[in-house]
Each structure stands twice: as C-alpha cells, then as structure tokens.
C-alpha cells in the first residue's frame, strides 16, 4: 500500500493488521529491563495504553484500541506540516466522543501532535484538511508498518538468518493472530549480541493478543 502525502484514511490498512504487524516488532523488541525502566523510552513497545514507536528524534506514534471496532493512531513525524500551517487546523474536527482528548490536547497545547485518524463502523477517518498541506507525516511515519516488505525488513535483526523464511513466518502467524511463545522462541534471534528475552516477549506477546485467534478468523485488509 502507499500512502498519499497528506495521508488519506484509504491508505490506512485495517487496524488488526496494522496492529499485529506494529505489535510483532514491540514483541520481538520486548526486555524485562524496558519494561522496568521509568522515564523516556524508545523503539516499539506495548503496555496499558497501547503499542508505541519512538525513533527518539524525528518521529513518535501511539496505537490504541479503544472498545470494540474502535481504534485510534496519533502521533508525530517531523515531515509534518499540520502544526505549522499558515491557517490553524483543528486536528480533532469532526471526532468521535471516545476520543482519549485530555491525552491529546495535552499534546496540542505542548505543540507535540502531528495528525490524529480514527476507526470505526469500518473505516479510518481524520479531520479534514485544507487543500495547500502538502504532508501531514503519516506516510514517513506509518509505511514501515503499512507496506508489508519494510514491515518484514523490520524483524531482520531479530530472528534466525535463513533468507527470509523466518521473517516470514511470524509475520504471517502474527497477522493471523495465532502466533505462540513456542515458534517465538523457536526464531527469535540474538540482538546486538544479547539473547532474546523471551520471558519479557512473551508477555508483550500475550498483552498484544497475538495469539487468541484461529487461521478462520484472521482480519484481512
């Protein structure tokens, strides 16, 4: 998939597979020592309030589910030019009540937040745009996800060299919700010479819900 610059909703995958291929880098990057530190963080993780990435520099995203059929994706990336338009765009125009607001006009009164889309009734939505923006940062941030090939390019350093097949693999468990701890363990490779901490993935892994679906029901999109 490409996505448009502005982005457009269309150009947004389903949640569940951009949450599954969003949540097996979290899970592949888990450590007990990240879980337990205070502070700021980087990388891709998951907690309470959903999955994060955070480059610590040009671009920062959360991705939470809120209630059944309901998702919401804000963030940052520095390609966006929302922020700094000549007119003032209101991010959250035409939102849904269930939006997390304190969470966001936090952001926007720290001059932190870059776009804000949203997903219900089957479908992605933003506020609208005037016609002179030219990037809202959501390709520059989101198409390492969106695009199924970067988002494989992702795990390569942290599974078993093999051309691919390892990748492969979880990428179409996790995307089928049926990814175990045992083919984890089975293809996760040292990082930066460190064993994989598969205590702490594996319970990224159960907190993303990876594996509580069948191969009948897998989303598709």
């Given amino acids: 998939m490409t996505i448009q610059r502005p982005g457009l909703p269309g150009d947004l995958p389903?949640?569940?597979?951009?949450?599954?291929?969003?949540?097996?880098?979290?899970?592949?990057?888990?450590?007990?020592?990240?879980?337990?530190?205070?502070?700021?963080?980087?990388?891709?993780?998951?907690?309470?309030?959903?999955?994060?990435?955070?480059?610590?520099g040009c671009t920062w995203w959360t991705f939470s589910r809120v209630g059944e059929g309901r998702y919401v994706l804000f963030g940052e990336d520095e390609s966006s030019g929302v922020k700094w338009h000549g007119s003032p765009i209101d991010m959250l125009a035409g939102g849904p009540d269930w939006l997390p607001y304190e969470e966001l006009r936090d952001r926007l009164a720290g001059n932190e937040l870059g776009c804000v889309y949203w997903y219900e009734n089957g479908a992605w939505?933003?506020?609208?745009?005037?016609?002179?923006?030219?990037?809202?940062?959501?390709?520059?941030?989101?198409s390492r996800f969106v695009d199924r090939d970067d988002a494989l390019s992702l795990l390569?350093?942290?599974?078993?060299?093999?051309?691919?097949?390892?990748?492969?693999?979880?990428?179409?468990?996790?995307?089928?919700?049926?990814?175990?701890?045992?083919?984890?363990?089975?293809?996760?490779?040292?990082?930066?010479?460190?064993?994989?901490?598969?205590?702490?993935?594996?319970?990224?892994?159960?907190?993303?819900?990876?594996?509580s679906r069948t191969a009948a029901e897998a989303p598709t999109g």
């Fill in 14 to 56: 389903s949640p569940e597979v951009l949450w599954a291929r969003w949540a097996l880098v979290a899970v592949l990057e888990a450590t007990t020592e990240a879980e337990e530190a205070t502070g700021y963080r980087t990388g891709c993780w998951i907690d309470d309030e959903g999955l994060h990435l955070d480059d610590c």
């Fill in 125 to 142: 939505a933003r506020a609208p745009y005037p016609e002179d923006l030219k990037d809202d940062g959501l390709d520059c941030g989101m």
């Fill in 156 to 211: 390569d350093d942290h599974v078993r060299y093999d051309g691919g097949t390892s990748a492969e693999t979880l990428m179409e468990h996790a995307e089928g919700y049926r990814l175990t701890p045992e083919l984890l363990a089975s293809l996760a490779a040292p990082a930066d010479g460190t064993a994989p901490d598969l205590p702490a993935m594996t319970r990224a892994l159960h907190r993303a819900e990876l594996t």
